[in-house]
């Protein structure tokens, strides 16, 4: 049986592999604002789970980022790191 510790991180993980589903389902389909409500439902999830983990055991590392998505899905719309400011 897991540990609390460990169950919390269970839990991020789960969370976080749900936002990088959506994240790639909304690369094709920026429209659908049922999943970007439910991105930003699981990004609300993430950070309340992230603060309550932080409390009990001190910070944790992250590598994803907590901003708002919007309709239409855009992120995809500017150059790519590879393709500079032009």
Do not use: C
């Not at 930003?40 to 009990?56: A, F, G, M, P």
């Not at 901003?67 to 992120?75: F, G, L, N, T």
């Amino acid at each position: 049986m897991l540990d609390e510790k460990q169950e919390m991180l269970k839990k991020i993980s789960a969370v976080d592999f749900s936002i990088h589903d959506i994240n790639l389902f909304l690369d094709s389909h920026p429209q659908n604002i049922k999943a970007i409500e439910l991105l930003n439902s699981y990004r609300k999830e993430r950070s309340d789970l992230i603060n309550d983990y932080e409390q009990k055991y001190g910070d944790y590392i992250t590598h994803v980022g907590d901003v708002k998505a919007k309709v239409p899905w855009s992120w995809i719309d500017g150059p790519w790191p590879w393709e500079g400011d032009e």
